[in-house]
Protein backbone atom coordinates (compact mmCIF):
# COMPACT_ATOMS: atom_id res chain seq x y z
CA UNK A 1 0.00 0.00 0.00
CA UNK A 2 1.19 3.56 -0.04
CA UNK A 3 3.19 4.57 2.53
CA UNK A 4 5.26 8.27 3.33
CA UNK A 5 8.36 8.33 5.44
CA UNK A 6 9.11 11.43 6.84
CA UNK A 7 12.75 12.46 8.99
CA UNK A 8 12.64 11.75 12.52
CA UNK A 9 12.60 14.78 14.83
CA UNK A 10 12.46 16.96 16.83
CA UNK A 11 14.82 19.22 14.35
CA UNK A 12 15.91 22.19 16.25
CA UNK A 13 18.05 25.01 14.22
CA UNK A 14 18.71 29.03 15.09
CA UNK A 15 17.14 31.49 13.52
CA UNK A 16 18.12 32.14 10.10
CA UNK A 17 19.72 28.58 9.30
CA UNK A 18 18.52 26.22 6.43
CA UNK A 19 15.88 24.15 6.94
CA UNK A 20 15.86 20.55 4.97
CA UNK A 21 13.13 18.14 6.10
CA UNK A 22 13.41 15.00 4.19
CA UNK A 23 10.31 13.04 2.37
CA UNK A 24 9.65 9.62 0.47
CA UNK A 25 7.05 7.89 -0.47
CA UNK A 26 6.05 4.72 -1.93
CA UNK A 27 3.00 4.87 -4.63
CA UNK A 28 1.40 3.56 -7.08
CA UNK A 29 0.61 5.35 -10.16
CA UNK A 30 0.88 9.02 -9.66
CA UNK A 31 0.43 10.63 -6.88
CA UNK A 32 -0.23 14.49 -5.53
CA UNK A 33 2.01 15.18 -2.72
CA UNK A 34 1.66 17.39 0.03
CA UNK A 35 3.20 19.10 2.86
CA UNK A 36 1.24 20.67 6.16
CA UNK A 37 2.17 22.26 9.46
CA UNK A 38 0.74 22.06 12.67
CA UNK A 39 1.49 24.97 14.98
CA UNK A 40 1.06 24.61 18.70
CA UNK A 41 -2.86 24.51 19.82
CA UNK A 42 -4.12 24.26 16.41
CA UNK A 43 -5.29 21.98 13.03
CA UNK A 44 -3.08 21.02 10.45
CA UNK A 45 -3.17 23.68 7.67
CA UNK A 46 -2.05 22.81 4.31
CA UNK A 47 1.39 24.42 3.35
CA UNK A 48 2.07 23.13 -0.45
CA UNK A 49 1.52 20.63 -2.78
CA UNK A 50 2.54 19.55 -6.19
CA UNK A 51 0.55 17.36 -8.17
CA UNK A 52 3.14 15.79 -11.16
CA UNK A 53 6.90 15.38 -11.22
CA UNK A 54 8.85 18.29 -11.45
CA UNK A 55 6.34 20.25 -10.58
CA UNK A 56 7.40 22.66 -7.29
CA UNK A 57 5.03 23.52 -4.20
CA UNK A 58 6.03 26.81 -2.60
CA UNK A 59 4.22 29.01 0.23
CA UNK A 60 5.69 31.14 2.82
CA UNK A 61 9.55 30.65 2.02
CA UNK A 62 9.04 27.18 1.89
CA UNK A 63 9.77 24.84 -1.14
CA UNK A 64 8.95 21.31 -2.32
CA UNK A 65 9.89 19.92 -5.59
CA UNK A 66 8.58 16.65 -6.55
CA UNK A 67 10.98 13.97 -8.07
CA UNK A 68 9.62 11.15 -9.46
CA UNK A 69 13.17 9.47 -9.67
CA UNK A 70 14.10 9.41 -6.41
CA UNK A 71 10.34 9.84 -5.24
CA UNK A 72 10.84 12.34 -2.74
CA UNK A 73 9.06 15.44 -1.69
CA UNK A 74 11.94 17.38 0.57
CA UNK A 75 10.97 20.64 2.78
CA UNK A 76 12.93 23.29 2.45
CA UNK A 77 13.96 26.77 3.62
CA UNK A 78 16.34 29.15 2.90
CA UNK A 79 16.47 31.13 6.53
CA UNK A 80 13.72 30.13 9.27
CA UNK A 81 12.07 31.92 12.16
CA UNK A 82 11.46 31.37 15.49
CA UNK A 83 7.81 31.54 14.16
CA UNK A 84 8.44 28.82 11.93
CA UNK A 85 8.27 26.54 15.11
CA UNK A 86 5.97 23.22 14.18
CA UNK A 87 5.00 19.81 13.28
CA UNK A 88 5.51 19.46 10.12
CA UNK A 89 3.72 16.01 8.19
CA UNK A 90 4.15 14.66 4.64
CA UNK A 91 1.24 13.58 2.74
CA UNK A 92 0.12 11.46 -0.71
CA UNK A 93 -2.74 10.84 -2.16
CA UNK A 94 -3.57 8.28 -5.21
CA UNK A 95 -6.28 8.57 -7.21
CA UNK A 96 -7.78 11.81 -6.65
CA UNK A 97 -9.35 10.56 -3.53
CA UNK A 98 -10.14 11.84 -0.20
CA UNK A 99 -7.70 9.06 1.78
CA UNK A 100 -4.55 11.46 2.53
CA UNK A 101 -1.35 9.17 3.97
CA UNK A 102 0.24 10.82 6.32
CA UNK A 103 3.95 10.76 7.64
CA UNK A 104 4.39 10.51 10.90
CA UNK A 105 5.49 14.46 11.42
CA UNK A 106 8.79 16.42 12.31
CA UNK A 107 8.99 18.48 15.05
CA UNK A 108 10.97 21.98 14.85
CA UNK A 109 11.95 24.33 16.87
CA UNK A 110 13.69 27.39 16.33
CA UNK A 111 15.46 29.04 18.66
CA UNK A 112 16.49 32.90 18.64
CA UNK B 1 -15.40 32.62 10.97
CA UNK B 2 -14.66 29.74 13.30
CA UNK B 3 -12.45 26.99 11.88
CA UNK B 4 -12.82 23.16 12.18
CA UNK B 5 -13.89 22.42 16.04
CA UNK B 6 -13.25 19.57 18.05
CA UNK B 7 -14.16 18.70 21.38
CA UNK B 8 -13.03 17.90 23.99
CA UNK B 9 -9.16 18.26 23.76
CA UNK B 10 -8.80 15.10 26.16
CA UNK B 11 -10.71 12.97 26.95
CA UNK B 12 -9.55 10.11 29.75
CA UNK B 13 -12.06 7.01 29.47
CA UNK B 14 -10.97 3.81 31.65
CA UNK B 15 -10.68 0.55 29.95
CA UNK B 16 -14.89 -0.90 28.82
CA UNK B 17 -16.40 2.83 28.55
CA UNK B 18 -17.49 4.37 25.52
CA UNK B 19 -15.78 7.47 24.77
CA UNK B 20 -17.90 10.00 22.27
CA UNK B 21 -15.51 12.77 20.09
CA UNK B 22 -17.28 15.32 18.16
CA UNK B 23 -16.91 17.46 15.66
CA UNK B 24 -18.35 20.55 14.31
CA UNK B 25 -17.05 21.41 10.62
CA UNK B 26 -16.27 24.82 9.26
CA UNK B 27 -19.49 26.96 8.14
CA UNK B 28 -21.18 25.78 4.79
CA UNK B 29 -18.40 22.53 4.90
CA UNK B 30 -20.42 19.17 4.22
CA UNK B 31 -17.90 16.38 4.63
CA UNK B 32 -16.08 14.96 7.06
CA UNK B 33 -13.33 13.04 7.46
CA UNK B 34 -11.51 11.37 10.81
CA UNK B 35 -7.91 10.62 11.20
CA UNK B 36 -5.93 8.68 13.83
CA UNK B 37 -2.41 8.93 14.73
CA UNK B 38 -1.07 6.22 17.33
CA UNK B 39 2.07 7.03 18.86
CA UNK B 40 5.08 7.55 16.47
CA UNK B 41 2.86 6.53 13.77
CA UNK B 42 1.39 9.21 10.89
CA UNK B 43 -2.01 9.68 10.83
CA UNK B 44 -4.10 7.34 9.46
CA UNK B 45 -7.85 8.06 7.62
CA UNK B 46 -10.31 6.10 9.33
CA UNK B 47 -13.78 7.48 7.51
CA UNK B 48 -15.48 10.02 5.03
CA UNK B 49 -19.10 11.34 6.01
CA UNK B 50 -21.22 13.50 4.22
CA UNK B 51 -24.92 14.58 5.73
CA UNK B 52 -26.55 11.66 6.73
CA UNK B 53 -24.74 9.15 4.57
CA UNK B 54 -21.19 7.24 5.53
CA UNK B 55 -19.09 7.64 2.12
CA UNK B 56 -16.37 5.72 3.18
CA UNK B 57 -15.45 3.83 6.74
CA UNK B 58 -12.51 1.57 4.69
CA UNK B 59 -10.23 2.97 7.31
CA UNK B 60 -12.60 2.09 10.51
CA UNK B 61 -11.88 -0.63 12.57
CA UNK B 62 -14.84 -3.62 12.13
CA UNK B 63 -15.56 -3.30 15.83
CA UNK B 64 -16.64 -1.06 18.77
CA UNK B 65 -16.06 2.25 16.29
CA UNK B 66 -18.63 4.16 14.65
CA UNK B 67 -19.34 7.69 12.91
CA UNK B 68 -22.56 9.67 11.85
CA UNK B 69 -22.76 13.02 10.85
CA UNK B 70 -26.41 13.93 11.26
CA UNK B 71 -28.96 16.44 9.74
CA UNK B 72 -28.43 18.73 12.35
CA UNK B 73 -25.38 19.29 14.90
CA UNK B 74 -21.70 18.10 14.89
CA UNK B 75 -20.13 14.51 13.54
CA UNK B 76 -19.56 12.13 16.34
CA UNK B 77 -16.43 9.08 15.95
CA UNK B 78 -17.84 6.62 18.90
CA UNK B 79 -15.51 3.96 20.39
CA UNK B 80 -17.37 1.09 22.42
CA UNK B 81 -15.74 -0.72 25.12
CA UNK B 82 -12.35 1.22 25.04
CA UNK B 83 -8.98 -0.38 25.57
CA UNK B 84 -5.79 0.84 26.19
CA UNK B 85 -4.90 0.08 22.35
CA UNK B 86 -7.06 3.04 21.37
CA UNK B 87 -5.05 5.60 22.57
CA UNK B 88 -4.33 7.81 20.46
CA UNK B 89 -5.02 11.54 18.42
CA UNK B 90 -7.82 11.96 16.70
CA UNK B 91 -8.19 14.39 13.77
CA UNK B 92 -11.15 15.86 12.35
CA UNK B 93 -11.33 17.18 8.86
CA UNK B 94 -14.25 19.17 6.42
CA UNK B 95 -14.08 20.33 3.35
CA UNK B 96 -17.00 21.87 0.71
CA UNK B 97 -16.37 19.57 -1.93
CA UNK B 98 -14.76 16.47 -2.35
CA UNK B 99 -11.03 18.19 -3.43
CA UNK B 100 -8.60 16.20 -0.68
CA UNK B 101 -6.16 19.34 -1.18
CA UNK B 102 -8.80 21.51 0.53
CA UNK B 103 -9.11 19.74 3.64
CA UNK B 104 -9.36 22.03 6.73
CA UNK B 105 -7.89 20.23 10.06
CA UNK B 106 -9.49 20.82 13.77
CA UNK B 107 -6.90 20.62 16.82
CA UNK B 108 -7.52 16.87 17.67
CA UNK B 109 -8.67 15.16 20.32
CA UNK B 110 -6.18 13.23 22.57
CA UNK B 111 -7.96 10.18 23.74
CA UNK B 112 -5.90 8.08 26.80
CA UNK B 113 -7.74 5.19 28.04
CA UNK B 114 -6.30 3.80 31.48
Known amino acids: GDSVTQMEGPVTLSEEAFLTINCTYTATGYPSLFWYVQYPGEGLQLLLKATKADDKGSNKGFEATYRKETTSFHLEKGSVQVSDSAVYFC???????????FGTGTRLTIIP | NAGVMQNPRHLVRRRGQEARLRCSPMKGHSHVYWYRQLPEEGLKFMVYLQKENIIDESGMPKERFSAEFPKEGPSILRIQQVVRGDSAAYFC????????????FGSGTQLSVL
Open chain 2, 93 to 104: ASSPEQVNEKLF
Open chain 1, 91 to 101: ALSNFGNEKLT
